[in-house]
Nanobody
Framework: QVQLVESGGGLVQTGGSLRLSCAAS????????KAWFRQTPGKEREFVAA????????YYGDSVKGRFIISRDNAKDTVSLRMNSVKPEDTAVYYC???????????????????WGQGTQVTVSS
């Protein structure tokens, strides 16, 4: 069974930092693009950041650019999201996603990611 499992969510104060991680099992995604999305109740899922299969290219949503950093460790088949200078509007459930294709580049489109985690809650207190 293929699984993506997020960890690291929780409660953080405005201006603080948090690191999310996502580990894969059941198949390898070390040659596939990965991404983070987030969603709040009543809203559509929003693109946060993506990273190419090699890690050489990253792409960020406008709302997190300059504050969040996506990275990956292909040896461990993990992807991480470092969240800095967080704001109350960053409060959401964060999902990691992986492309099923090999050697894929970055994309902000949900349609390009076939595998999704269950999500981890991040709450930023004001």
């Amino acid at each position: 069974q293929v699984q993506l499992v997020e960890s690291g969510g929780g409660l953080v104060q405005t201006g603080g930092s948090l690191r999310l991680s996502c580990a894969a099992s059941g198949r390898t995604f070390s040659s596939s693009a990965k991404a983070w999305f987030r969603q709040t109740p009543g809203k559509e899922r929003e693109f946060v950041a993506a990273i190419s299969w090699s890690g050489g290219t990253t792409y960020y949503g406008d709302s997190v650019k300059g504050r969040f950093i996506i990275s990956r460790d292909n040896a461990k088949d993990t992807v991480s999201l470092r969240m800095n200078s967080v704001k109350p509007e960053d409060t959401a459930v964060y999902y990691c996603a992986a492309d099923s294709r090999r050697y894929s580049g970055t994309s902000s489109s949900m349609a390009n990611y076939a595998y999704w985690g269950q999500g981890t809650q991040v709450t930023v207190s004001s």
